[in-house]
């Protein structure tokens, strides 16, 4: 397949070719990766529950009790009291009527937003939205229009623009954007969704578990109702250290969802032993208070530290603290600087960010410990600095 490698060949010039790493142990903050011992702040293991032994002994119990697989998908044999369970208590925890589970966070927004809007309607999301969030607009064949990154006064002029009668609006946006860590102005984009009628979505794979009230995320952290925030979307192979994700509504949302979204009816249902597993995780998430004070000591930490080496941080008041590169080359050599000194943290390039922005992600866990935060600011203290693209 020759076209193909003359493509794989450009990425290599470009450095912004992927390579999996390979790793043997759990997900912890210390693992062997490709066969080396790493100190890592890459993962999106917020509370530093991913290998907790509570959630891993639900796991044995669950699949003891109802099987590994689901065996078939949802709406045929393969939703099981565990998913039921998992559903309604994820509802309490959010305050919301209903809870829907999907296999995964990619699969609920491509699912949510294909089966909620068509060719005649418009979806209005930040620049900076999650892939998912973007494919799923694709998908639904909607008109998409992108507004400049938490820039509400943009959106506002956007909504302004003449849109056909009779169809459906949605705001689309990150509640804690993935690749910046910051908080999008929910309060603005809720108040701009109710003037226009617009349904408002807000993802918060990155906000629940670790922000608001008992981890309850952006949404609760900025007091908002349902009424607001109708579509409020998370993940559990984040903060809750499982796999999968769900959305919450009301009953009409989520009856539509098990009616029409492609990425719930035509897929296996996620293994019921995970269900079961993740009902633990989100206790653990309920009473995280500790590993939430924790983490925000540990950013705090790591911010004081990055400001006092001057080294470009972003305004980020999450665990998500990328540290600005720009070009491709410089973030893959400041990434392989910190892994002389045996710590990992992944470089972010194009086309997962934009052009000219690649960057180190830092992600804290409230399992890292203070001298953890310490030992990465040690090694931060003298990456290269120079403007020539691929320093070593
Ligand atoms: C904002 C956001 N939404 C959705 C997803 C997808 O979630 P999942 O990994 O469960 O597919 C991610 C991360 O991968 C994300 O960062």
Redesign the pocket.
């Known amino acids: 397949m020759t076209n193909l490698q003359a493509a794989l060949a450009a990425l290599h010039t470009q450095q912004l070719y992927r390579t999996r790493r390979l790793r043997s142990g759990a997900p912890t903050v210390r693992t062997t990766i490709d066969g080396r011992s790493y100190l890592t702040f890459c993962s ?1 293991d917020y509370l530093g529950l991913a290998a907790h032994p509570a959630i891993a002994a639900a796991l044995r119990e669950g699949t003891h009790r109802y099987g590994v697989g689901a065996g078939a998908s949802a709406l045929i044999t393969g939703y099981s009291s565990a998913h039921h369970q998992l559903e309604e208590a994820l509802a309490a925890f959010l305050g919301r009527p209903r809870v829907l589970l999907f296999a ?6 491509v699912g949510i937003l294909s089966a909620l809007l068509g060719r005649n309607d418009t979806i209005f999301a930040d620049r900076l ?2 892939a ?2 973007i494919d799923g607009a694709r998908l639904s064949c909607a008109r998409l229009r992108r507004y400049p990154h938490v820039n509400p006064q943009a959106l506002a002029k956007l909504l302004t623009s003449p849109r056909p009668l009779h169809s459906r609006t949605l705001l689309a946006t ?1 509640g ?3 690749m910046d860590g910051d908080i999008a102005p929910l309060p603005e984009l809720a108040r701009l969704a109710s003037e226009q009628s617009a349904w408002l979505l807000v ?1 918060d ?2 906000g629940i578990g670790v922000l608001g009230p008992s981890g309850a995320g952006t949404v609760a952290q900025f007091g908002l109702t349902s009424e607001q925030v109708p579509i409020l ?1 998370g ?4 903060a809750f250290g499982t ?3 769900f959305v919450a509504g009301d009953v009409a949302l989520i009856e539509t969802l098990i009616q029409r979204a492609r990425s719930y009816i035509y897929t296996t249902a996620p293994p019921p032993a995970l269900a079961h597993a993740s009902l633990t995780a989100l206790a653990l998430v309920q009473s995280g208070h500790e590993r939430r004070e924790q983490l925000t000591a540990l950013i705090t930490r790591f911010r004081q530290g990055a400001t006092a080496l001057h080294l470009p941080l972003l305004a980020s008041p999450t665990p998500i603290q990328p540290l600005l590169a720009g070009t491709a080359p410089r973030a893959l050599a400041w990434s392989r600087h910190l892994e002389r000194h045996g710590i990992l943290v992944s470089a972010i390039r194009p086309p997962t960010v934009p052009p000219g922005t690649a960057r180190l992600r830092v992600s804290l866990s409230a399992a890292h410990s203070a001298a953890d935060v310490d030992q990465l600011l040690n090694a931060l203290a003298d990456l290269p600095r120079g403007n020539s693209d691929g320093i070593e």
């Open positions: 999106n995964s966070g990619y699969m609920a927004n939205n999650h998912s969030l990150d804690v954007f993935s993802d794979a990155h979307v993940t559990l192979g984040k796999s999968g994700a």
